[in-house]
């Protein structure tokens, strides 16, 4: 009993204590991979907030850009107009999106529009694999000129070893939140995005069309999709294996609420974090596997005492 | 600018409406001059508000026929008809909940703003000069409402009076030719009344807006109103100056019931 205890609360510690540049790259891993979540996550927070849907295909959105891109390449496309083409199949997917599905189903219950997007995800799976394969494919990271290599640097008298990839992620993911950022709070479209969000009639009323703004947010979920699709592909490869990774945003989503762009990115990194540094300092006392459902136990207990998340809008239903 | 009313600006001919088998509107024909306040009166259930939503777009008629300054028109979305010069408030108010007064007010500009998307998506040179020009237009119409003092406030705080302003507010910011309100007084205290009151005539007065209003509280409408459309049960059934009306037969069987 006191080992399990001794085990738990104290040489976990002990351990951070005595080699803290091991802590330093665990953080590092974890902060790595919560941005990734976070890049998910965020595509969902955009539609979600603008239009409602809780998209489940966003998962698939991004396999289906990285194979758009790759499969493009492989078909002798150099590789930076394979990134314009599907930068542009993005866009053609919004369009698509708004016309079949968002349109006939305008004022539908939720659960509708949520279960259109689960025939999104299976239709797109099926072209995805259709037009380019199901076999995984390795990103093509040298033809966009992404970094390699790996930085070292010194610290605690061990080393810290930063992947260029992860921190090109890291600085394109926050270059990104930034960007959406701004837009979302100082202009015109995001002052459009966030009425439309609010009462689809006062929008209507003011002469907002909803659907170019339902085309707009899901372009810009779709680039934000093809921009953690190059990152995750880079980092192992690019296949449908992808989309369970991609279930993890819903814990994210849960930790940081559903309507909220920085709880999106917290919730990211503290799911992203928390679950490196269980794994590394609890996973043995557990005989490891912490990273598969840690995320899930912490959005439970969010579920539980906290539903609206870190920052989302509170639930209020009158009666 | 002194208000002369002209010829009419708006025409609605034979609009009949229903849903499923309710009807809500039976032939209603109405015109709305230049510069005028035109009120559209009824009990509960007459009518008026479905009206209201044609007219907008909301609502799509099996007949009849709406024209807007000299344009007929066939089916049109809300957000065209806006393009158009017709701005509207709603009977149970629709404010964007979790912005400030100002930038509900800002999205009534939303028609009036051209910088393109890229311009948006970075923020740069004309975007930003739109922004600051229609913000000094917007702070016009806060200095006009009186709501200087509520600007930074997220209008889901505010008390129902002042976001009745507000959506006044963000109607009239589009500044249009034309301006819908749907029961701008109802739920207020007479303070409240006597204030939105004073705001439709200065906005009628000042800005030559013409206005369509409709109202349940009857000694308001006799006194803004240049003339007055009575509707019962999804039909016309008085249309003149507020004193003929006001001595209509129907509308005063319709209004205090008759005796079977």
């Known amino acids: 009993m006191t080992h399990l205890l001794y085990g738990i609360f104290i040489d976990p510690f002990v351990q951070m204590g005595a080699a803290p540049d091991l802590l330093v790259q665990t953080l590092w891993e974890g902060l790595v991979s919560g941005v990734l979540y976070a890049l998910i996550a965020l595509g969902f927070v955009l539609i979600f907030k603008a239009s409602g849907v809780f998209n489940f295909a966003q998962g698939i959105m991004v396999v289906f850009s990285a194979l758009t891109l790759v499969g493009l390449n492989e078909h002798g496309v150099p590789a930076y107009l394979a990134l314009a083409l599907t930068i542009a199949v993005m866009l053609v997917l919004a369009f698509a999106v708004e016309r079949v599905i968002l349109r006939p189903l305008v004022n539908q219950p939720d659960i509708i529009l949520f279960m259109a997007t689960f025939g999104l995800t299976y239709f797109l799976i099926g072209l995805g694999e259709l037009i380019f394969g199901g076999d995984p494919k390795v990103m093509i990271s040298d033809q966009l000129q992404l970094p390699s290599g790996s930085y070292r640097i010194p ?88 989309e369970i990774i991609a279930l993890k945003a ?70 | 600018m002194g208000r002369s009313v ?25 015109d709305v001059r230049e510069h005028e306040i035109r009120a559209i009166i009824g009990p509960n259930g007459a009518g008026k508000s479905s009206l209201l939503n044609v007219i907008n777009g909301f609502y799509h008629p099996q007949k009849g026929s709406v024209s807007f300054k000299g ?9 065209e008809v806006a393009q158009q010069g017709i701005a ?54 806060i200095d006009f409402l009186e709501i200087q003092h509520i600007r930074r406030t997220p209008v889901g705080q505010l008390p129902y009076g002042l976001q009745k302003r507000v959506e006044l507010g963000r109607a009239l910011a589009a500044e249009p030719d034309l301006l819908l309100l749907d029961e701008p007084m109802a739920g207020m205290n007479i303070e409240e009344k006597q204030d939105m009151c004073r705001f439709v005539l200065d906005v009628n007065d000042q800005f030559g807006t013409t206005i369509v209003l409709i109202e349940h509280d009857m000694s308001v409408v006799m006194d803004l109103s240049d003339r007055v459309a009575v509707l019962d049960y999804g039909r016309k059934i008085a249309d003149g100056t507020p004193d003929e009306v006001r001595h209509h037969r129907a509308v005063i069987d319709a209004y205090l019931g008759v005796a079977h």
């Open chain 1, 155 to 242: 610290i605690f008298g061990g080393y810290l070893q930063m992947q260029k990839i992860d921190v090109a992620a890291t600085i394109i993911a926050s270059l990104m939140v930034a960007a959406l950022a701004v837009l979302f709070n100082r202009t015109r479209i995001g002052r459009a995005l966030r009425a439309v969000a609010d009462s689809h009639k006062a929008a209507l009323s003011v002469g907002i069309s909803l659907e170019q703004i339902w085309v707009i947010v899901w372009f810009a979920a779709g680039i934000v999709a093809l921009a953690t699709g190059i990152m995750w592909g880079a980092r192992s490869n690019v296949s449908f294996a992808l």
């Open chain 2, 6 to 30: 002209g010829g009419p600006i708006l025409e609605v001919e034979g609009i009949s409406l229903s849903f499923g088998g309710v009807v809500a509107l039976q032939a209603v024909s109405l």
């Open chain 2, 88 to 141: 509207r408030t709603f009977q149970n108010i629709a404010l964007f909940r979790g912005m400030t007064a100002l930038d509900n007010l800002m999205t009534g500009r939303t028609l009036k703003m051209k910088s393109n998307f890229l311009h948006q998506a970075v923020y740069w040179g004309a975007a930003r000069r739109e922004e600051l020009e229609h913000r000094a237009k917007v702070e016009e119409i």
């Open chain 2, 71 to 79: 344009r007929k028109r066939r089916r049109v979305d809300p957000h």
């Open chain 1, 250 to 319: 819903l814990p994210v989503l849960i930790l940081g609420g559903f309507t909220s762009i920085p709880g999106a990115i917290i919730g990211g990194i503290i799911i992203g974090v928390g679950e490196k540094i269980g794994e590394f300092y609890w996973g043995p006392l557990l005989g490891s596997g912490i990273e598969s459902w840690f995320a899930y136990v912490i959005a439970l207990v969010f579920l539980l005492f906290r539903p609206q998340g870190l920052f989302g809008e509170r639930i209020i239903e009158r009666l």
